[in-house]
């Protein structure tokens, strides 16, 4: 005997299909996992970004201690050359023995 919905019924027993097994699911998902990994491993970097921002600040501060050492040094050198005591500042000597002014004039 056909159905109308197109089954064909006969007297004998029709063996059920059978469904595909249930894959188990893990008690935590693939994503959560991941997720937590990337957290620690997060986590074990940021003690060495710790250190390389504070080397990167050591450094810092060593170059503009640097700097400064050279600007004071240069200018001090600066000054000893224009402030300094040496007998000649590179003019002409002019030993004046005998001299004469007799109405605002230089005679020599």
Known sequence: MVLPD?????GYAIEPTKSEPVVSKPAVS?????????????????GGLVLLTTFIAALT????????????IFGG??????LGTSGHGGGTTV???KAV????????
């Open 77 to 82: 050198w600066i000054a000893v050359q224009i």
């Open 30 to 46: 693939r994503t959560a996992v991941n997720i937590a990994l990337g957290g620690i491993g997060f986590g074990a970097v940021c």
């Open 95 to 97: 030993n004046i023995r």
């Open 6 to 10: 197109g089954r064909v019924v006969t």
């Open 61 to 72: 501060a060593l170059i503009t201690q640097l700097i400064t050492l050279a600007a004071v």
């Open 101 to 108: 002014i007799k109405r605002n004039k230089f005679y020599s």
